[in-house]
Structures are given as C-alpha cells and as structure tokens.
C-alpha cells in the first residue's frame, strides 16, 4: 500500500484515521480493546480515526504492531503532507509550538567556540533558512546579539534577540548568524558532549521567536526551516546518548516545522535519522515505512531516492529478504552515480569522497545485518569488503564514524567465520569504544559481543576478547 500524497480536505489527519478504522476493524477489534493493547484510552483512539489528532510515533508503531500492518501506517505518516507555497505568508497552526520534547534547560550554556565560525553556508551540510541554497554569507560574530548560546530563562519570553522590537539586526542576518551558531555547535559535539544543552536551549529560544512572529499574523517561514535544522542536530545529539525517546520527539517536531513551509530536504534527512532510530530497535517494518517515505518526498530529486533505497536495503536486511535488500542496494548505486550538481548543492554530504564513504558504509551495514539474519557468509564477505573501503575514507575528523566502522568491519570477519581477525581488530579500539556513549557504537559493540560469544566462545582469543572487554569496562 503506497502512503499517498497529502491528505485533501477534512480534518488533517483523516487518511491514516480512516485506514486504522479499516484495519481496527479486519482485526476484529473495538476502540476499547485496541485502546487497551497499546496503552491509549478509547477516546484517543476514536480522535484518531476521526483525524481528528497527529499521531504520536511511539503510538504508530505499537498500532502497526498491534495490527499487523507491516507499517503501513508508518508509511502513511511518513508520507508528505501539503505545505504552503512559499510565497504563501498567512500564520502557521500554534499547535506547532508546543509543547517541547525534554526538560527545559537553564539559560547562559556558554557561546560556541568562535574558531570554528564559517564564513558562508552551507556549513556542516546546513544551508541557509531563508533561501535553501549555498552561499550565503554569514555575519561576523561581532555583529550578532550576545550572548547567542544564553537563551534567557527556560520557558520564559523570547530573548531580547529573538523580538521585532529588540533585535539588533535584520531578521535575515540573525537567521544566517543563528545557522552559523548551529554549524559551530555541531563541530564542537565531535569533541565533548556538553552542547546538546546549547543546541536545545537555542531552539527553545528559536520557536518563541516563531511563535511571535506568527502571532503578529506572518508565517514564520525562516525561523521554521532553522528550527528543523536545529530540531535534527538536537535529536541526533540525545541519539548518541541512547536517549530514543526525546530523540524521536525532536525529529517529530523537525518534520511538522519541515512540512510547514514545504521544506522538502529537512524531511528527507529527518525520516533517515528516523530509520536509523527504530533499526537500532531492530524493527525492520517500521524502517521500511520511514525508508519509503523518504522516496515519496520528491520524485524529482535523485539524492532523496538514493538515500530512501539505502535504507530499504538496511530494513530488507534486518528482516533477512536477501533479494529486496540487493536490488535496492544496486538501485542505490546507480542513483548515486547519478547525482547532479542540484543534490550535491541540497545534500553536500552525498558529494564526493564524503558520500561515497556514506554509501559504502550503509551498503556494508545492509549487507552485514543480512548475513546476521540469514548466517549467508557471502553476504558477510561481501559485508568486510565493502566496509573495509568505506572505513579507509572516513576524514580523520569523523573519528566516531571510524569507530563504528572498526567495529562493524569486526562483526563482518566474524560473520564470514574468521573470529581471530575480528578479535584482532575489535582490540586496537577496544577501550575507546566501551567509553563511548554513542549509541550507535554501543549497538555495533554489542552485535560483535553476541556474534563472537555464541559461536567461538571457547576459543582462546576469543576468551582473552572478553576478559579484555570486561576489564575496560570497569
């Protein structure tokens, strides 16, 4: 069942109410029962059959698992909706500024570290809220308000910044200055983990500006995209932590700002940051149905098909369809070596060396999760190989990147039945790993514990293996 377009007419979300009533009913249920199988009252479900309420995403993929669906209404979330023109201005639905995933954070996080300033966008893949494109110049910190990494109190007005009254500069400048903060942040989160307080604590600042200017009765179309943008570096910092929760329900909000003012590139990126949520929980349905959905963004933008056939092979992986996962990783491929200077200009990081690097590395996933789910160990040397290429190119920067791949390129010997090497490799980083908070890391870790635990646990490296694991973990 394909997602469909935007829902036309009606209440908002009456598309997914009308398949949940359909399939509430095929699986013999009433609103009460189901209500009670995925922890909601009755009187939620009713609200959402009517399309009456947005869907929590928690809630859609107990509702999937519950009916059985396969995620087809993750799909239909997933699915874009219609989005203003751009030169439509009229104010935004306030549902959309409240209220906020997480704990209010106190103001004065500290500015970021002004060395890393760019001096026009895109910076750090971030391109410019206003215009979507690169090459927009961003102003010298001087010129910006201080201090940009102090909100002001939590929950409290916007700062004096962030007002049409206050602001010492344009709005357009601010934004540019507020993209460029974002851009300094997300570099220094390579090095510690402190700024994710930063990161939220200027969006909350962020959406009380929105909700300002669209209470003046104007949309607050720049403010929306930037807010997406900061939206995604929130929900992929508490990712990193292992904090899934308000992970997903950051990305949740990025997507309706997205959709908002029709940003087409922020909800691809946000449904892939989605993907890579629930494979971490190992739901290949629910995968599949974010996966596609990146494909339904854009027809027209090949970056977006590449991207959407890279995940579908990841969750045709986890679920162990060798067939589907290879044809959508050879689907991939061939966008890939399609990509024109307009996806390289809305996806920088697909460009070049750098997206390579991020093809090859999801195609190695893919094809080691499929020889984890099927024991092929063709799949598994096809998985050493092609991980082994995407982990020789990852910039000396992205050492967290070279982690992960350290360690999947460890599973994949030891999916292919040589345990030694994986043991050998897996120890030269060892200790940095199991100090890691990464989420993402912890997952590849754990995968190679289990794989060598079960099979080769008598094998004296592999004994040695885990009395080394063990004492870096203490």
């Given at each position: 069942?394909?997602?469909?377009?935007?829902?036309?007419?009606?209440?908002?979300?009456?598309?997914?109410?009308?398949?949940?009533?359909?399939?509430?009913?095929?699986?013999?249920?009433?609103?009460?029962?189901?209500?009670?199988?995925?922890?909601?009252?009755?009187?939620?479900?009713?609200?959402?059959?009517?399309?009456?309420?947005?869907?929590?995403?928690?809630?859609?993929?107990?509702?999937?698992?519950?009916?059985?669906?396969?995620?087809?209404?993750?799909?239909?979330?997933?699915?874009?909706?219609?989005?203003?023109?751009?030169?439509?201005?009229?104010?935004?639905?306030?549902?959309?500024?409240?209220?906020?995933?997480?704990?209010?954070?106190?103001?004065?996080?500290?500015?970021?570290?002004?060395?890393?300033?760019?001096?026009?966008?895109?910076?750090?893949?971030?391109?410019?809220?206003?215009?979507?494109?690169?090459?927009?110049?961003?102003?010298?910190?001087?010129?910006?308000?201080?201090?940009?990494?102090?909100?002001?109190?939590?929950?409290?007005?916007?700062?004096?910044?962030?007002?049409?009254?206050?602001?010492?500069?344009?709005?357009?400048?601010?934004?540019?200055?507020?993209?460029?903060?974002?851009?300094?942040?997300?570099?220094?989160?390579?090095?510690?983990?402190?700024?994710?307080?930063?990161?939220?604590?200027?969006?909350?600042?962020?959406?009380?500006?929105?909700?300002?200017?669209?209470?003046?009765?104007?949309?607050?179309?720049?403010?929306?995209?930037?807010?997406?943008?900061?939206?995604?570096?929130?929900?992929?910092?508490?990712?990193?932590?292992?904090?899934?929760?308000?992970?997903?329900?950051?990305?949740?909000?990025?997507?309706?700002?997205?959709?908002?003012?029709?940003?087409?590139?922020?909800?691809?990126?946000?449904?892939?940051?989605?993907?890579?949520?629930?494979?971490?929980?190992?739901?290949?349905?629910?995968?599949?149905?974010?996966?596609?959905?990146?494909?339904?963004?854009?027809?027209?933008?090949?970056?977006?098909?590449?991207?959407?056939?890279?995940?579908?092979?990841?969750?045709?992986?986890?679920?162990?369809?060798?067939?589907?996962?290879?044809?959508?990783?050879?689907?991939?491929?061939?966008?890939?070596?399609?990509?024109?200077?307009?996806?390289?200009?809305?996806?920088?990081?697909?460009?070049?060396?750098?997206?390579?690097?991020?093809?090859?590395?999801?195609?190695?996933?893919?094809?080691?999760?499929?020889?984890?789910?099927?024991?092929?160990?063709?799949?598994?040397?096809?998985?050493?190989?092609?991980?082994?290429?995407s982990r020789a190119q990852v910039p000396p920067r992205m050492r967290s990147a070279h982690l992960l791949l350290t360690l999947r390129l460890a599973d994949s010997l030891a999916c292919a039945g040589d345990p030694g090497a994986a043991v050998a490799l897996a120890s030269q980083v060892l200790p940095e790993a199991v100090r890691s908070r990464a989420s993402m890391v912890a997952a590849e870790l754990g995968g190679l514990h289990t794989r060598l635990a079960g099979k080769w646990a008598d094998l004296p490296e592999v004994r040695e293996y885990r009395e080394r694991l063990l004492a870096a973990g203490e």
């Open positions: 069942m394909s997602g469909g377009s935007a829902r036309a007419g009606g209440a908002p979300w009456a598309e997914f109410g009308r398949h949940l009533r359909s399939l509430r009913r095929a699986a013999g249920l009433t609103q009460v029962q189901l209500g009670l199988r995925v922890g909601y009252h009755h009187s939620a479900v009713s609200k959402l059959e009517a399309g009456l309420r947005e869907p929590p995403v928690g809630l859609v993929r107990r509702l999937d698992t519950v009916l059985e669906t396969g995620g087809e209404l993750a799909a239909i979330v997933a699915a874009p909706r219609e989005a203003p023109r751009r030169q439509d201005r009229s104010p935004a639905d306030p549902a959309l500024f409240a209220p906020l995933p997480g704990a209010d954070a106190p103001g004065g996080q500290g500015a970021p570290d002004l060395r890393m300033w760019p001096a026009r966008l895109p910076a750090e893949g971030l391109v410019c809220p206003l215009h979507g494109t690169a090459g927009c110049a961003v102003p010298e910190p001087g010129a910006l308000p201080a201090p940009l990494g102090g909100p002001g109190p939590a929950g409290g007005p916007a700062p004096e910044w962030a007002t049409g009254t206050g602001a010492a500069v344009a709005e357009g400048e601010l934004l540019h200055g507020l993209t460029a903060v974002l851009a300094c942040l997300i570099r220094e989160a390579f090095r510690h983990e402190g700024r994710v307080t930063a990161v939220e604590g200027l969006l909350r600042a962020l959406v009380r500006w929105a909700r300002e200017v669209n209470s003046a009765g104007r949309l607050p179309y720049g403010q929306l995209r930037l807010g997406a943008q900061y939206a995604q570096v929130a929900g992929r910092l508490r990712m990193e932590r292992g904090q899934i929760g308000v992970a997903m329900a950051w990305f949740g909000h990025g997507l309706r700002w997205a959709d908002a003012v029709g940003d087409a590139p922020a909800r691809a990126t946000l449904l892939s940051d989605m993907c890579t949520l629930v494979r971490l929980d190992g739901d290949p349905s629910l995968m599949l149905g974010y996966a596609r959905g990146i494909g339904a963004v854009d027809g027209r933008r090949r970056w977006t098909a590449t991207l959407s056939d890279l995940y579908q092979a990841r969750g045709h992986a986890l679920a162990g369809d060798a067939a589907q996962c290879r044809h959508h990783i050879t689907l991939a491929r061939r966008g890939f070596a399609r990509l024109d200077r307009r996806d390289h200009l809305e996806a920088p990081w697909m460009a070049g060396a750098e997206g390579a690097m991020r093809v090859d590395s999801a195609v190695g996933g893919a094809l080691r999760d499929l020889a984890v789910a099927t024991g092929d160990r063709t799949a598994a040397r096809r998985a050493v190989e092609v991980t082994a290429r």
